[in-house]
């Protein structure tokens, strides 16, 4: 599947059976609050927080673009795409960024690592494919 939500024909398929509160970063949500309006609504156009339940989900590790060795370098390290399905339906969408340091206060975190950066909720996802 390929969309405004990324290209999931290579996916990582887990089937997996759960509850999960999806969260936006802290940190994100505060730093995007300090930019322009029209940086904030690119920033943060889906929801900050939702609850969903799924069955399946579909992982995905944007290295489009890159050539091999970059892909190799920076592989852990790219955006992450997640889709979450229940029962054949899609549920939410997040992307994750690796984060070296706090974006609002520019402090080196202990360690490095993926954060949710945006959440989409099914509404959401259901308009853009439409």
């Known amino acids: 599947m ?19 509160a999806l969260r936006v970063w802290e940190s994100q949500i505060k730093y995007s609050k300090t930019l322009s309006p029209s ?3 690119v920033m943060l156009d889906g929801v900050e927080k939702l609850n969903i ?3 399946e989900i579909w992982i ?11 892909k190799r370098k920076y592989k852990g390290k790219n955006d ?11 549920q939410a969408c997040t992307i994750q960024k690796y984060y ?7 402090q080196k975190l202990s360690k490095p690592s993926h954060k949710i950066w945006n ?9 853009k494919l439409d």
């Open 2 to 20: 390929q969309s405004y939500f990324g290209d999931y024909r290579q996916a990582k398929k887990v089937e997996k059976h759960g509850k999960e």
């Open 53 to 55: 339940d799924y069955d």
């Open 80 to 90: 992450i795409y997640k889709l979450y399905w229940k029962q054949n339906q899609v």
């Open 39 to 41: 940086l904030q609504a």
């Open 60 to 70: 995905w590790e944007n290295d489009e673009g890159l050539s091999p060795a970059e």
């Open 119 to 127: 959440i989409y909720s099914r509404d959401f996802i259901l308009r």
């Open 100 to 106: 070296l340091g706090d974006p609002f206060t520019g």
